[in-house]
């Protein structure tokens, strides 16, 4: 049907979702079609590719079937046994449970570094290290790297740095244009939006790179199903505006909680007093995002009944989407990070990660409100400084 002349699809206003898992050759060696089986390449995942390369100002990004299917075709595609990997020791979860459980395995040693300290960074790299890989702002904690730094140390060592870019996205942070080599996405979170399609993606302006992702990505069997990047392309057009009000109400929700009694620590790069709040205004475009994490007084019991009654914020191991959902790192995202590594990347058992959605911003204040005056009580609040800073900030 997509060869029929007049049937339309050429013209559609929105790319067509191609399904077909193999196109037809009308002859022995007949070159004519750029694809021949899904598994190698697809027009549905071809138009997201070249989406995410333009958001990055590069050529077509690969895209693979989950955020950690990306990162495994990225390590595969420039590691092998003897190499070693610098990374940074605030990251999420799952990529330190790959490359402890996995890639050890085969031979891949790595180093994790606090790399909010770029010299840390610089005194691991060794003779056989082969890649930097950065989590910016981290999972959960929002630490964030000196991307522009750490690529500098990167070009002088000779490693390229690879930057997981998943919680700010194009939009907010451009990991190539501040000098790092290859940007790592899940856009399982903000770049699908929708939680409705997994998938991952590798961003780089390094075409022999390139050409080894989408070797690796076709014998691995790795690919983003057609379905998943028609869905994707879908969300990337309303990309910018959702993380202009993930960013917005983030910083309303941040603010609110700094000033509440039983919220011990908050982290968000765009808190006035965030530590690292000179180098959020460097590496980011306008937005800090809509993920933040924050710590409550009263142990882990607390912390369950507050759950408990919170209405409009779901418990989910996930973020990016344009509901709000809350997450305890310490026993979902980050359970398989060994206790030593949680603690010193400050995942403390009272960390809770926020991820603001598209609600209203005073609903969302309503909501964790009421969740904390039915486990701590509405005490009136004597701290003059904190009321006054909670009356400036929170919205009508
Ligand atoms: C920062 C970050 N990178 C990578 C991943 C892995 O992505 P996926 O779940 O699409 O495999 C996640 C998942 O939560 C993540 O938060």
Redo the contacts with the bound molecule.
Sequence with gaps: VAQAPGCGLDRALVAPLVQSTTFVQHELGDGSCQHAYSRVSNPTVDHLESALGLLEDAPPAVCFS??????SGLFTALLGAGDHVVVGQA??G??VRLLREIFARFGVSHTFVDSSDPLQVARAIGRSTRLIFL?SPA?PTMLLSDIQEISWIGRGAGVPVAV?N??LTPVLQQPLELGADIS?Y????FIDGHSLA???AIVTRDTDLLDRLRFVRKSCGTIQTPYNAWLTSRGIKTLPLRLQRHSENALRVARWLKAQPCVTVVNYPGLDDFPQRDLAERLHRGGHGGVLSFELEGGLSAATEFLRHLQLFSLV???GSVESLVTHPVTM?HADVPDEQRLASGITPGLFRLSIGLEDAADLIDDLARAMEAVWGAGPDDNPHRVLQALATVPP
């Design positions: 989950s955020g950690l299917a990306a990162e990251i999420y799952g990529t989590e999972n997981d998943t919680f790592v899940s856009t399982t979170k997994l998938g991952g191991e996930h973020v995202t």
